[in-house]
């Protein structure tokens, strides 16, 4: 299952932004209204719960310096990656988001409007950094 997010513009460099995604951090600041939990587990790992949703833990994958972020799941029962490209658009940086996730098809029927809306917000509060 492929979700993409719209892209955002976001009045920072691409160096900025990329500072701003490699610090896990800062995903508290963009977490949607929903978010229930969030906890730091360490530099490249965070916890975070929506309501009506299980708890997951995100963990750095990769970092191309300033154009991509990569996380990914820390638990193989869940696999699926979230990846930022981040590019630099005349003067402004353009950002999307990329959900890329291996399920069977009625999970992925069940979890794809939550994970579009959630990489959606995520977007959004993106761009008012």
Known sequence: ??????????SK???EVFDF??????????MP????????????????QLKGM???????????SPSK??????SD????T??????EETGKTETQLVFDGDFNPMMAMMIKKPIQNFINALAENLSKL
Request: aromatic share 8%; glycine share 2%.
């Open 1 to 10: 299952m492929n979700l993409e997010s719209p892209k955002v513009v976001i």
């Open 13 to 15: 460099s691409p160096q």
């Open 21 to 30: 995604l490699t610090k896990v951090e800062n995903f508290e600041h963009i």
């Open 33 to 48: 209204e929903s978010k229930q939990k969030f906890e730091t587990l360490a530099a490249d790992k965070f916890l975070f």
């Open 54 to 64: 299980p708890e997951l833990i995100l963990k750095q994958k990769e970092e191309i």
């Open 69 to 74: 972020v990569v996380l990914g799941a820390a």
């Open 77 to 80: 029962k869940l696999p699926f």
């Open 82 to 87: 979230l990846t930022a490209n981040i590019s």
